[in-house]
């Protein structure tokens, strides 16, 4: 599916459209990929064992690793906030939500939201959504200071971990081509890319 915006087209990277466009001096200026976890039924052990060791090391490290509940989003928010400048800028991938109102709403309709916490300040958090058996995350983000810690995989396997004791078989996430230590991360929790996408200048 192609996303319009002014001279804007995002494409799958396999889309026969993508030659044409290039040929017709069309320019790429931004890449992303998503991924997926499909999850066995019952959820083998070394799965869960994988996911125990990402958020213990953060523990181990004084890192408050859980989920979070909606009386958080002003942290939520903060955190969002710090972390705006450094999202990125392909106008494919969703932003965070820039108001409290909006931060809160991320908890309805499913959405679960986790998070670490060092000597009190909320420094890395993921966003779920869960539908039935299948869950996408909306984002991650954490705190420039804390980052290299193996945090953003702290959480985000506290999220999986969560969600697959529920009975979430199959989760998504995805993120821009140029994040390279948020795709290594989601890799190391068992994620495979199986879609890359193309954002196309006419």
């Known amino acids: 599916m192609a996303a319009h915006g002014q001279d804007l087209l995002v494409l799958r990277d396999d889309d026969p459209q993508v030659a044409v466009l290039l040929d017709a001096g069309a320019r790429v200026v931004a890449t992303s990929w998503g991924a997926v976890l499909h999850v066995a039924?019952?959820?083998?052990?070394?799965?869960?064992?994988?996911?125990?060791?990402?958020?213990?090391?953060?523990?181990?490290?004084?890192?408050?690793?859980?989920?979070?509940?909606?009386?958080?989003?002003?942290?939520l928010l903060t955190l969002q906030e710090a972390n705006r400048a450094d999202y990125s800028q392909d106008p494919s991938m969703a932003l965070p939500p820039a108001d409290v109102a909006a931060t809160r709403a991320q908890w309805d309709d499913g959405g679960r939201v986790f998070g670490a916490h060092v000597e009190g300040r909320?420094?890395?958090?993921?966003?779920?959504?869960?539908?039935?058996?299948?869950?996408?995350?909306?984002?991650?983000?954490?705190?420039?200071?804390?980052?290299?810690?193996?945090?953003?995989?702290?959480?985000?396997?506290?999220?999986?971990?969560?969600?697959?004791?529920?009975g979430v078989r199959t989760?998504?996430?995805?993120?821009?081509?140029?994040?390279?230590?948020?795709?290594?991360?989601?890799?190391?929790?068992?994620?495979?890319?199986?879609?890359?996408?193309?954002?196309?200048?006419?």
């Open 122 to 166: 909320l420094v890395a958090a993921t966003v779920m959504r869960v539908q039935a058996d299948r869950a996408e995350t909306l984002f991650t983000s954490v705190l420039r200071t804390h980052r290299r810690r193996g945090l953003g995989a702290a959480v985000k396997a506290c999220g999986v971990r969560t969600l697959v004791d529920v």
């Open 41 to 75: 039924e019952p959820p083998p052990a070394d799965l869960l064992a994988r996911l125990d060791r990402h958020v213990d090391r953060a523990r181990r490290a004084g890192a408050q690793v859980g989920e979070l509940d909606v009386g958080r989003a002003g942290e």
């Open 171 to 202: 989760l998504r996430t995805g993120g821009a081509g140029d994040n390279l230590a948020s795709l290594a991360a989601n890799r190391a929790l068992g994620y495979v890319v199986d879609e890359h996408w193309l954002t196309l200048v006419r």
